[in-house]
């Protein structure tokens, strides 16, 4: 599956940003997707992940209640939805998938990477 990320931006303090990402090569779409982060300097870091029906979802403590993980099946996408952002969010963001939710959630693996997009949150 190839996965291709868009959405990132400069956004204030406070403020809001969707991130997408679009999958494409696989005809089913009975894998887990997933986002994660890197900041400088800093290693990536497990951000959310959402199951193949979009019925299950798993986030890292920094961005609980912040961040909305959701898919769309038909469109064989994934958005994350980030309000109330905050410098600390600053990375180039990649999402990911994998046919099993654990890896992505747990092990924080993944099959198949997609380019980062970067978000910088000004203070």
């Known amino acids: 599956v190839q996965l291709q990320a868009s959405g990132g931006g400069l956004v204030q303090a406070g403020g809001s940003l969707r991130l997408s990402c679009a999958a494409s090569g696989r005809t089913r779409s009975s894998y887990a997707m997933g986002w994660f982060r890197q900041a400088p300097g800093k290693e990536r870091e497990f951000v959310a992940a959402?199951?193949?029906?979009?019925?299950?979802?798993y986030y890292a403590d920094s961005v609980k209640g912040r961040f909305t993980i959701s898919r769309d099946t038909a469109k064989n996408t994934v958005y994350l939805q980030m309000n109330n952002v905050k410098p600390e969010d600053t990375a180039v963001y990649y999402c990911?998938?994998?046919?099993?939710?654990?890896?992505?959630?747990?092990?924080?693996?993944?099959?198949?990477w997609g380019q980062g997009t970067q978000v910088t949150v000004s203070s």
């Open positions: 990911a998938a994998d046919d099993h939710f654990g890896s992505l959630y747990a092990d924080h693996e993944a099959d198949a």
């Open positions: 959402v199951n193949w029906s979009g019925d299950s979802t």
